[in-house]
Nanobody, 121 residues
Framework: QVQLVESGGGLVQPGGSLRLSCAASGRIYRINSMGWYRQAPGKQRELVAAIISGGSPNYADSVKGRFTISRDNAKNTVDLQMNSLQPEDTAVYYC???????????????WGQGTQVTVSS
């Protein structure tokens, strides 16, 4: 199995910054992509940012220029630096990874437990 453990999150005032981190562990042959999604109350889960192995980061239009995703392939970690946070960024943020557990297995979709980000004065 594969586990994703998130850290970071919390309460911040509008205009502030937070950093989310996620570490993958377990039986990992290769991680094809890692990223962050978020889900606000009453809304569907949406992509925030993701990095495919060997590719460029992909961002939601709403966070471009404010959020930066970074990945450490050697450590199987992905971070999300969030700047200029606004109340509309309030949501539960989930780490996601597409993982092959062996060369002969297909990739599977794994999720972290979620971490709350609240932007409020």
């Amino acid at each position: 199995q594969v586990q994703l453990v998130e850290s970071g999150g919390g309460l911040v005032q509008p205009g502030g910054s937070l950093r989310l981190s996620c570490a993958a562990s377990g039986r990992i042959y290769r991680i094809n992509s890692m990223g962050w999604y978020r889900q606000a109350p009453g809304k569907q889960r949406e992509l925030v940012a993701a990095i495919i192995s060997g590719g460029s980061p992909n961002y939601a239009d709403s966070v471009k220029g404010r959020f930066t995703i970074s990945r450490d392939n050697a450590k199987n970690t992905v971070d999300l630096q969030m700047n200029s946070l606004q109340p509309e960024d309030t949501a539960v943020y989930y780490c996601n990874a597409l993982v092959k557990r062996a060369s002969y297995l297909r990739e599977d979709d794994y999720w972290g437990q979620g971490t709350q980000v609240t932007v409020s004065s």
